[in-house]
């Protein structure tokens, strides 16, 4: 693998907080070395900022790896910037090369409000797990963990779904900023376990109400969301939810 | 002084016995308190769901946006659990065994048995919880084998384990959320404990938004926020992990356990410049089918796939036989380290060795898979595209990690790999019931010190977070609460937290006021460095010495020279980093004078003067066979307690992996 190094052009969106106005701000950044990390790029500017007096850049990131799905960045017109099946976090800086302007915002949409910079509240996500993303067991009343055996097939396509990361992607690549590959994610996670099963009819009409409570658009099925999801969850998660909505729909007695 | 309230009796009934007798609170009784839970990693999730399930009033604390986000996500490889699916000789005595051995004989006899009997029961929880394990085709649990063990009692779901357990955890305590039973503050970092009468009473948190300080009451405080291994400023651990809180709590009284107990992981992406910010860690499960080796010759230039067979060197199968590339953890790192200080490390910088996966690839999986196709005398080509989808669903998501990191394709060279800082085994002091010595003040998980002695086994972090959340917290709270029953809701008017709360305010205005030259960032970097360079994989007296000097000046520079940006009253990482740092500094001094103190090599504390003719780890059980329980006194001033270690049931010897 060739290393070599770059200065780039950054337009990044600034908002000292969730009421105030935003706008871009454009940072010159010299002799990045194509090893780093994208979010080590910003490091670097921010020491190089905060070197010269100004504030640094405010950016959601934790564990750098991957997996938390705190890391939120639209780089050049897509969530999580240019790689396929990729965080910010794990993006790295052999995707661009020297001269290059990179443009940097937070996700937007009116249920993921910025909190400041590229900082926004997913805390909507939070709320839906709440109307029903979990199965009803208290601590200690279950039985052996092999008393049931579930179909590898679904347990595999169970954990493929329950691989999202909550990042909220989907909803910024979006056009309708719908919520929709998110929660079929947790929804089929779910209904294809038999311990998800018992309250498979109330978990998706909770959960789509919730969503849709929060400002979430509609899905018109453009498979943006597919496409940037940084772990590759799939659409069809979202005929799922679909087939379970109609199911629990035609079954529910509550006029 | 110090009271580790070990139950009496038969080490395998202890337990049985405690949960028999200990004291209850009753339903009506449990919505009058009030418990605060900070941090909502696998240990504070479990412990937040499982007590608002039992109807206390809980408020629980994050510094994320969400608690789903917490370290404990990025576990990989697996939980223990001595379920014995396997058939292969597993108990609950063996687990214990091996944990205690694992720990090179340095943690509590009955706290790592307790570990062992709950396992089992973590397991079902999780699996009716929903959480997505692996399974075999048959549709039961499938199981794999970790370092220090000779049977396969890990359960795990790919290389994502750590995540599906903590979403399962996660669910729970939303689950309460939605309830009312839990209240969720997320980016909110806990400053101080409030301790009233000697006993905790509350905390003071930082709304990490608005930058306004809170007050906030509980008849009990539980601390679950992990490890201190960012100490060292390049660690696996996530860039926000820190040791705030049980610094508070240390400062505020509560002693601190084996500080200097660090684990080096042995099996991380290597350190590529000065730039770097965090490492990326490679699951040890990847030992199960991966050869550790360097070539046999020194400052071999030659590409990995260009050294025939016999001019490598698989150290590990050499020099440890009996386990070979599954030696503990803190084994294999320094065996690495060995190699690359002798000149046979390999990559630019020479510090990393190859975890090669083509052995196990065509031999173990090809073979298998060809047999079930019934293709007969498959050439190698054939073997390799077989096994790699064999793999590819063993571990596929972290060989894409270390694509994505490298830019170099695993299934084709071998992984480059270095250990790296990866976890803490010293932490907060407690006795059995997870108390520290402050009354009411509880510390869980990887924040608490007590099971995994001076090395961590593989797959039993993820183990004794939910072990103490789910099923040792909510019996041990209540034989504390029952006598509180009668303690009404202290108002946050009383003066302790007035005092807490100034005290705290007053801190964050002396360091945005310092308005110095160096970032924040800068000295973290130093502070990583003199840790990992004095207080890392070897330690000698000397070092250390000069480390605490080194450190010592440290402080003093960063408390007259740091320059954080912005305001108080705002979002300010900055400043949230500030304060973290200025922590670190001083955990870095005590952790060096533990270390000094501790003149045995034992786990993953290795003093050079303490070592074997072949060089291996020489513990002194005659002189150093006890908990280090450091009480802060004042600035760089403190007392040591020795809680000393009673071995009932395993007769210790020294640790032979051959």
Request: include cysteine.
């Amino acid at each position: 693998m060739e290393h070599y190094s770059m200065n780039l052009t950054l337009k990044v969106w600034k908002q000292q907080n969730a009421s105030a106005e935003g706008n871009f701000e454009t940072y010159q950044v010299k002799d990045i070395s194509s090893e780093m990390s994208f979010l080590e790029m910003f490091d670097v500017l921010n020491e190089q900022l905060i070197h010269d007096g100004k504030e640094p850049i405010a950016f959601d990131h934790d564990c750098r790896e991957g997996i938390c799905g705190m890391c939120s960045m639209y780089i050049n017109g897509r969530p999580h910037g240019p790689w396929h099946g990729t965080t910010t976090c794990q993006l790295h800086m052999r995707a661009f090369k020297d001269g290059d302007t990179v443009v940097v915002e937070p996700w937007r949409a009116n249920a993921f409000p910025v909190v400041k910079d590229l900082v926004v509240d997913r805390s909507s996500f939070d709320r839906i797990i709440q109307a029903g993303g979990y199965v009803s067991v208290n601590t200690g009343v279950s039985i052996d963990g092999n008393a049931i055996p579930i179909e590898k097939d679904n347990a595999d396509k169970a954990f493929a779904a329950a691989a999202c990361i909550g990042c909220g992607a989907c909803v910024a690549a979006c056009k309708n900023s719908s919520a929709m590959l998110f929660v079929s994610a947790k929804v089929s996670h779910l209904a294809l376990l038999p311990q998800g099963n018992t309250e498979r009819k109330n978990r998706v009409m909770n959960m789509v109400s919730q969503m849709d409570k929060e400002g979430f658009g509609s899905c018109t099925f453009t498979e943006a969301c597919e496409a940037v999801c940084p772990k590759e969850i799939s659409i069809t998660n979202i005929s799922r939810l679909n087939g379970e909505y109609a199911k629990a729909s035609l079954a529910s007695d509550k006029q | 002084m110090l009271d580790s309230k070990i139950p009496a009796g038969k080490l395998e009934e202890k337990w049985v016995d405690y949960k028999g007798h200990c004291k209850l609170v009753n339903p009506a009784n449990k919505r009058k308190i009030e418990i605060i839970v900070v941090g909502t990693g696998l240990a504070g999730a479990s412990a937040a769901a499982s007590l608002g399930e039992l109807g206390y009033k809980v408020k629980a604390f994050c510094f994320q946006d969400s608690p789903r986000r917490a370290h404990s996500i990025a576990a990989q490889g697996g939980i223990n659990a001595a379920k014995n699916y396997q058939n292969d000789g597993d108990s609950v005595f063996r687990l214990f065994y091996d944990t205690i051995k694992g720990g090179d004989y340095r943690a509590r006899e009955s706290n790592v048995h307790r570990l062992a009997e709950v396992s089992v029961n973590i397991i079902d929880q999780c699996v009716a919880q929903g959480v997505p394990f692996a399974r075999e085709y048959g549709g039961l649990l499938n199981n794999r084998s970790f370092g220090g063990t000779q049977v396969k009692r890990t359960f795990y779901a790919a290389g994502q384990t750590g995540q599906q357990l903590l979403i399962g955890a996660y669910q729970a305590l939303e689950r309460q959320v939605a309830l009312g039973n839990v209240q969720m503050y997320t980016r909110h970092e806990m400053l101080d404990v409030v301790v009233i009468d000697g006993k905790a009473r509350g905390i003071i948190a930082r709304d990490l938004i608005s930058g306004k300080t809170e007050r906030h009451f509980g008849h009990a405080v539980l601390l679950c926020t992990g490890g201190y291994g960012n100490v060292f400023y390049l660690s696996t651990n996530a860039m926000g992990s820190n040791v705030t809180a049980a610094w508070k709590a240390h400062r505020k009284g509560a002693f601190f356990g084996n500080p200097c107990f660090t684990q080096i992981h042995p099996t991380c992406i290597p350190v590529t410049g000065d730039h770097q910010s965090k490492l990326t860690l490679m699951s040890e499960s990847l030992r199960n089918d991966g050869r550790i080796w360097v070539p046999k010759k020194q400052n071999d230039d030659r590409k990995a796939n260009d050294i025939p067979e016999e001019e490598r060197d698989y150290y590990l199968e050499r020099r440890y036989p009996a386990f070979g590339n599954l030696v503990p953890r803190d084994v294999a790192s320094r065996a690495a380290k060995e190699r690359c200080d002798a000149g046979f490390g390999v990559g630019t910088t020479k510090q990393a060795v190859y975890l090669d996966f083509r052995f196990n690839l065509i031999n173990k999986y090809g073979r298998v898979e060809a047999s079930k196709l019934g293709i007969e005398n498959p050439d190698e080509a054939t073997l390799v595209r077989l096994g790699k989808e064999v793999v590819k669903e063993e571990y596929g998501n972290l060989f894409d990690m270390y694509e994505k990191i490298t830019g170099e394709n695993p299934y084709e060279v071998p992984m480059r790999i270095y250990p790296a800082v990866h976890y803490t085994m010293g932490g907060l002091w407690v006795d059995y019931e997870l108390m520290t010595n402050i009354q009411g003040l509880y510390a869980l998980g990887e924040a608490n010190f007590s099971d995994h002695g001076a090395n961590r086994l593989g797959a039993s972090a993820l183990m004794q977070g939910l072990a103490d959340g789910y099923f040792v917290i909510p019996y041990t709270i209540g034989n504390y609460l029952a006598d509180e029953i009668g303690t009404k809701p202290i108002p946050t008017t009383h003066e302790a937290f007035e005092k807490a709360e100034a005290a705290v305010s007053d801190r964050i205005k002396t360091l945005i006021g310092i308005k110095g030259k160096q970032s924040v960032e800068s000295f973290h970097k130093r502070l990583g460095k003199i840790m990992w360079e004095k207080c890392g994989m070897a330690r000698n007296e000397k070092g250390l010495k000069e480390a605490i000097v080194e450190i010592q000046q440290l402080k003093k520079e960063f408390w007259s020279d740091v320059r954080i940006p912005g305001n108080i009253n705002e979002m300010n990482t900055e400043l949230d980093k500030a304060g973290r740092v200025a922590d670190f500094i001083e955990l870095g001094e005590l952790m060096c004078k533990d270390a000094l103190d501790r003149n045995e090599s034992c786990g993953g504390h290795f003093r050079e003067e303490s070592q074997t003719e072949d060089g291996e780890a020489l513990r002194h059980d005659d002189q150093y066979m006890y908990v280090a329980a450091w009480e802060y006194k004042g600035e760089s001033d403190w007392q040591l307690h020795k809680e000393k270690l009673e071995y009932e049931v395993i007769k210790p010897s020294q640790r032979n992996y051959k």
